[in-house]
């Protein structure tokens, strides 16, 4: 069975910065999608950032510049940088990957089969 745990959420003032990390258990290979999504409160679920199993990327406009994202193959794990961030990145962080087409860029949370539990990311001004 797939299971996503996310970790290293938390508060932070505005301009400051904070690594989020996902550990994914139950995968044979690493042959999946992996992305980063967030929800407000009151908002829909967005896409932040995807990985393919090679490494290459996409990001939303409003982070771009700011969060890197990133993965370990070796420790099947995921990772999401986050700089200079601003009250506007307040929510939800989740984790989600995806066995269908690992190289295919997406960022629709309908394209994803597997989710974590989230971790919250507070920041304030």
């Known amino acids: 069975q797939v299971r996503l745990v996310e970790s290293g959420g938390g508060s932070v003032q505005a301009g400051g910065s904070l690594r989020l990390s996902c550990a994914v258990y139950?995968?044979?290979?690493?042959?999946?999608?992996m992305a980063w999504f967030r929800q407000a409160p009151g908002k829909e679920r967005e896409g932040v950032a995807g990985?393919?199993?090679?490494?290459?990327?996409s990001y939303a406009d409003s982070v771009k510049g700011r969060f890197t994202i990133s993965r370990d193959n070796y420790k099947n794990s995921l990772y999401l940088q986050m700089n200079t961030l601003s009250p506007e990145d307040t929510a939800m962080y989740y984790c989600?990957?995806?066995?269908?087409?690992?190289?295919?860029?997406?960022?629709?949370?309908?394209?994803?089969?597997?989710w974590g539990q989230g971790t919250q990311v507070t920041v304030s001004s």
């Open positions: 139950g995968y044979a290979d690493n042959r999946y999608y």
């Open positions: 989600a990957a995806d066995p269908s087409n690992p190289f295919r860029e997406r960022l629709s949370k309908a394209d994803f089969a597997y």
């Open positions: 990985t393919d199993m090679h490494g290459r990327t």
